[in-house]
């Protein structure tokens, strides 16, 4: 799985699903682009090309792009790209000794984590959604590492399975040609945008 996010309130949101396949490919009509009013719209699409000030759809589709547009890119990781003050986000079930078996663990930019408080809160099945910093890594048995919010340190232990993501901010021309993209627009003015990197 993958995770896709496009504004702080989403970017948590859908990290505590852990939906971290790539963007969908279904694609709306060019006019989803382009809806007026405050609402944001969520439109998903494949990249034909990207500019500094726009980004063509594969369907037509043209959503403009300013200044104050955040482009993510997702990329796969693993243990050894965690380090000391990251701020993750952390699908887990706790155990009976309270540490936490992950099963998803995203690493937000620094521009994201400064933004988003630290915290926890239920899941469906019995998980749990875990926003922190990241206080210690534990060289000795790889696989596990420690977290720290709301005056809490909770041992972190990836499940055999986990599937560990980096975010990283880039710039729009960075989007590949032929890459699916899913973006938040408001007023024909892209908001967000998230991809998936190779």
Do not use: H, Y
């Amino acid at each position: 799985m993958r995770i896709v996010r496009w504004s702080l309130v989403a970017l948590v949101a859908a990290a505590c699903a852990g939906a971290a396949q790539s963007a969908p490919s279904r694609s709306p009509s060019p006019a989803s682009a382009t809806a007026s009013g405050g609402a944001a719209t969520r439109v998903d699409g494949t990249a034909q090309s990207a500019t500094a000030t726009a980004l063509t759809l594969t369907d037509g589709t043209v959503i403009q792009i300013t200044a104050a547009t955040r482009t993510i890119r997702t990329d796969r990781a693993t243990l050894a790209d965690l380090k000391t003050g990251q701020f993750v986000a952390i699908t887990a079930k706790q155990q009976p000794d309270g540490t936490l078996l992950a099963t998803i663990v995203n690493v937000f930019p620094a521009s994201i984590g400064a933004n988003i408080p630290a915290g926890q809160r239920p899941l469906t099945e019995g998980n749990l959604m875990t926003n922190a910093p990241i206080a210690a890594i534990d060289q000795v048995s790889g696989s596990s590492f420690t977290v720290t919010f709301s005056g809490n340190t909770v041992k972190v232990v990836l499940a055999s399975n986990a599937v560990i993501t980096a975010q990283t901010d880039v710039k729009p021309t960075d989007i590949p040609v032929g890459t699916k993209i899913s973006a938040t627009v408001r007023a024909g003015v892209a908001q967000g945008i998230q991809f998936q990197g190779p």
